[in-house]
């Protein structure tokens, strides 16, 4: 199909679901330690790649162990809720760009769009479609995306979110 249709890039639809394994926190001694594991994005991406087919990196579902609800989505349970804390998804975000990076290199992952989750706008895909809290995860994760390299493209794959009145920014589409 790729020698036929020629796809530029693919949607990493799902790539903070927890069936993906990245994000895990444990009790130890009454302290909460978490852990990265990026072997099955990896997998998935390695795949992608040996096609050609780039990647249009989606940040989106809320791993549950950082989630502030449990509103889910699909037989899969693609948790919808912001998160719990917001300095631990922006340490989620930045050490999967790290990760990416140090794997693919900077050159590669430049090309990579990055949108920050999937059609908010719908309550099925965003707790109770929740624009002002949307906001405030878009705006902490691209300045996560910006931090890592500034070169990152935030946003969506046809442009980043346009202003909105009263200067706010709207979600990606």
């Not at 699909?74 to 990416?100: I, K, S």
């Amino acid at each position: 199909m790729q020698r036929e249709i020629g796809f530029a890039h693919i949607r990493g639809h799902r790539l903070l679901s927890d069936d993906m394994g990245m994000y895990r926190t444990e009790e130890v001694a009454g302290r909460t330690h978490r852990r990265y594991n990026f072997s099955y994005v990896d997998q998935v991406h390695d795949a992608f790649l040996s096609l050609s087919i780039r990647l249009f990196v989606e940040l989106g579902f809320m791993p549950s162990q950082l989630a502030s609800g449990s509103q889910t989505a699909f037989w899969w349970h693609g948790n919808v809720t912001p998160p719990a804390d917001m300095c631990e998804w922006v340490d989620l975000v930045r050490a999967l760009l790290r990760h990416l990076i140090h794997r693919y290199c900077i050159e590669e992952v430049r090309r990579w769009p990055i949108e920050v989750w999937n059609e908010p706008n719908l309550d099925i895909f965003w707790e109770h479609a929740d624009q002002d809290a949307y906001f405030r995860l878009y705006e902490a994760t691209a300045r996560a995306v910006k931090e890592v390299d500034a070169s990152l493209q935030v946003g969506g794959l046809r442009s980043p979110p346009a202003p909105t009145s009263g200067g706010r920014r709207s979600p990606t589409s």
